[in-house]
């Protein structure tokens, strides 16, 4: 589904991000990538949906070779991977369910499925009851549960967290990841950036482990090892 071919991103000033990275991830997958600050986990799932763009090799998804797509297509694929983040990124002025429907209106749909789509995602991620409400009412743990929800009411083939529980308490943290694993179950394929040792044993699925750029490790149910 998902395959980088010898990948290399180099920054200005000679940095080198990640450094020849050549690895695939099949369709259902949940893998977790570790390892220190700068190891280039970030850049690596950016290059993804093409946020950052490699110097040298190639990133395919399915048959297609993001950095060949035009603005169109690139579009199209985005709409293929949800994306959430350690800050929460919503639109404070709006509430909970015009959060998510600004989602399903971006890509297109009827009036009819956004009533129908935004209950049930809220009901995924356990906050139905807070659909009225404003970003600023909630918690951080439950600010996070509607940046999944917004992430996921498109039905993306693709979700990447890109330390997604970086400011959540460890209860909050536990609630996130347990979220993750349904949407996993559900069939969506999941690629999730932390330092959060627990969360990754926690979880027990293929953890990679980046230290310089560079994949170190590669454990199909692994555990947080550096």
């Known amino acids: 589904m998902i395959h980088y071919d010898k990948v290399t991103k180099v920054y200005n ?15 259902g997958e949940f893998v977790s990538f570790v390892g220190h600050s700068g190891a280039g986990k970030t850049t690596l799932l950016k290059m993804l949906f093409a946020e950052v763009e490699p110097t040298e090799g190639a990133i395919y998804f399915g048959s297609r070779d993001v950095s ?8 199209q694929l985005r709409r293929k991977i949800g994306t959430i983040f350690q800050d929460f990124r919503l639109l404070p002025t709006k509430t909970i369910y015009e959060n998510i429907a600004f ?3 971006v890509a297109g749909k009827s009036d009819d499925d956004i ?29 996070q549960r509607v940046a999944i929800a917004r992430a996921i009411v498109n039905q993306p083939d693709v979700l990447i967290a890109d330390e997604p529980t970086g400011n ?18 559900l069939g969506t394929t999941v690629l999730l950036a932390t330092h959060n040792k627990s969360i990754v ?15 170190v490790r590669d454990d199909k149910m692994g555990k947080y090892i550096l």
């Not at 060949?68 to 579009?75: A, D, F």
């Not at 009533?115 to 659909?131: N, Q, R, S, Y």
């Not at 979880?203 to 310089?212: A, E, I, K, W």
């Open 13 to 27: 000033g000679g940095q080198h991000a990640v450094e020849d990275i050549n690895l695939s991830v099949e369709s």
């Open 68 to 75: 060949t797509l035009s603005n169109k297509e690139l579009l």
């Open 103 to 105: 989602a399903l209106e």
């Open 115 to 143: 009533k129908a789509d935004v209950p049930h995602v809220l009901e995924l991620v356990g906050i139905l009851d807070k659909m009225w409400s404003f970003p600023g009412e909630l918690s951080g743990g439950e600010q």
């Open 168 to 185: 959540l308490d460890p209860i909050n943290t536990h609630d996130v990841v347990e979220i993750l694993k349904k949407i996993n179950d």
């Open 201 to 215: 044993d926690f979880v027990g699925r293929r953890v990679v482990t980046m230290d310089q750029g560079r994949i």
